[in-house]
């Protein structure tokens, strides 16, 4: 394990394995989506994620996609580099004057955009220390929840395979009793579930397909709202809410992924042997019992949601359901507050994307960087109405 280059921090980030899902309900009135689309294609990306309703493109395809784009960025005049962690900044009479790499070098600039991701969390803590204006957000917890994809097929098409269908998938919704939302989340046909730690001693998991979509199993993260309630006001205390979770996670599987089934989640004890749904894990796993992981108004919201959503999907609640946890990462637990020039309270800091608080996937979070691109063109060159 390399906290400095994981599956949250290598080249694309997260977004490179959790499988390249393109749906986005962003309004778009400028068009940036499609732009966004074009330069995927551009770079090798297949030319019908521009038109089907659910565009995806695969871990697979995107490791290739992303190093195409890096290398047209080159030949055009940028600069990559690896292995090179934004340890401080210098701010002057309100602007940013330089920013430090890895604790030794300085770099001069007025501009510096902070496409973080949200799991740079030592960044925000740098961030904050330097009274760079941010505030919690709500964001959501959960585990991952793995079914037979014919399972889902059947429930959605009528027949449990069929060439000319994709594998089928499901999006689902349920307010619990105790007012917790509950929801799917990166729902992945197809799929595997993946080891997508970031910090030694914690652990979380994600989902991810490749292109075809082709394993035996759909899995799907199953998480519940959260806010500052549940974790205070500090800017910083949403981080180690989710820190709290992911080392119970860790702690409980010894370092591997905590796994249960469904029937043995429900009544507290730890499961003992697979059942009817195979394991498809990227990461070792180990049976623990999930319910030591949440706060009991977790459990319950997830226990109760799982028991309605048979009413969508026959079976859903079947007990050899195989659980994992913990989902921790689904959005960004920090807002980085920018005013309606991009800019933060620090003049040329320019908070960008999913990790500060403004996108919520890899489309939004693709169109919110033309956007903030848009801002820094407009300072040099102001845009003209009519272009």
């Known amino acids: 394990f390399n906290p400095n280059c994981?599956?949250?921090?290598?080249?694309?980030?997260?977004?490179?394995?959790?499988?390249?899902?393109?749906?986005?309900?962003?309004?778009?009135?400028?068009?940036?989506?499609?732009?966004?689309?074009?330069?995927?294609?551009?770079?090798?990306?297949?030319?019908?994620?521009?038109?089907?309703?659910?565009?995806?493109?695969?871990?697979?395809?995107?490791?290739?996609?992303?190093?195409?784009?890096?290398?047209?960025?080159?030949?055009?005049?940028?600069?990559?580099?690896?292995?090179?962690?934004?340890?401080?900044?210098?701010?002057?009479?309100?602007?940013?004057?330089?920013?430090?790499?890895?604790?030794?070098?300085?770099?001069?600039?007025?501009?510096?955009?902070?496409?973080?991701?949200?799991?740079?969390?030592?960044?925000?803590?740098?961030?904050?220390?330097?009274?760079?204006?941010?505030?919690?957000?709500?964001?959501?917890?959960?585990?991952?929840?793995?079914?037979?994809?014919?399972?889902?097929?059947?429930?959605?098409?009528?027949?449990?395979?069929?060439?000319?269908?994709?594998?089928?998938?499901?999006k689902l919704t349920y307010k619990a009793s105790n007012n917790r939302g509950v929801y799917s989340f990166c729902m992945c046909p197809g799929g595997f579930v993946i080891n997508a730690s970031s910090e030694p001693g914690k652990l979380a998991i994600n989902g991810m397909s490749y292109n075809d979509r082709g394993s035996e199993n759909a899995n799907s993260a199953l998480i519940v709202t959260v806010s500052s309630k549940d974790y205070g006001n500090n800017p910083l205390d949403g981080i180690e809410f989710q820190r709290d979770?992911?080392?119970?996670?860790?702690?409980?599987?010894?370092?591997?992924?905590?796994?249960?089934?469904?029937?043995?989640?429900?009544?507290?004890?730890?499961?003992?042997?697979?059942?009817?749904?195979?394991?498809?894990?990227?990461?070792?796993?180990?049976?623990?019992?999930?319910?030591?992981?949440?706060?009991?108004s977790i459990n319950f919201a997830l226990k109760e949601a799982i028991e309605y959503f048979k009413t969508k999907i026959d079976n859903y609640n079947m007990d050899d359901a195989l659980l994992a946890a913990v989902e921790s990462r689904t959005s960004s637990p920090v807002r980085i507050i920018r005013n309606d020039k991009g800019e933060s309270n620090i003049l040329g800091l320019y908070p960008c994307g999913e990790g500060a608080g403004y996108a919520g996937g890899i489309t939004s979070a693709a169109i919110d960087g033309i956007k903030v691109a848009e801002w820094i063109a407009s300072k040099y060159q102001p845009f003209k109405k009519d272009s």
């Open 245 to 296: 979770l992911e080392k119970k996670a860790y702690d409980l599987g010894n370092g591997k992924i905590p796994v249960q089934l469904l029937k043995d989640y429900k009544n507290n004890t730890i499961s003992t042997q697979i059942g009817s749904v195979k394991p498809l894990f990227k990461g070792a796993y180990k049976f623990a019992n999930i319910n030591d992981i949440f706060p009991s």
């Open 6 to 170: 994981n599956v949250q921090f290598g080249e694309g980030g997260a977004g490179t394995f959790s499988d390249g899902k393109l749906v986005s309900r962003t309004k778009d009135k400028a068009f940036r989506k499609k732009k966004v689309f074009d330069i995927f294609i551009e770079n090798g990306a297949d030319d019908k994620i521009a038109y089907i309703s659910k565009p995806h493109i695969g871990t697979d395809k995107l490791i290739t996609i992303i190093k195409n784009i890096r290398e047209k960025i080159i030949s055009m005049g940028g600069e990559f580099r690896y292995n090179s962690c934004l340890t401080n900044i210098d701010i002057k009479e309100n602007k940013i004057q330089k920013i430090e790499i890895n604790h030794h070098e300085w770099l001069d600039t007025n501009i510096l955009v902070l496409a973080l991701g949200h799991s740079a969390r030592d960044t925000f803590k740098m961030l904050y220390e330097h009274k760079i204006l941010m505030e919690p957000k709500p964001f959501a917890v959960g585990i991952r929840i793995q079914h037979p994809q014919s399972l889902i097929n059947l429930n959605q098409y009528g027949l449990t395979n069929h060439e000319k269908l994709d594998p089928a998938s499901y």
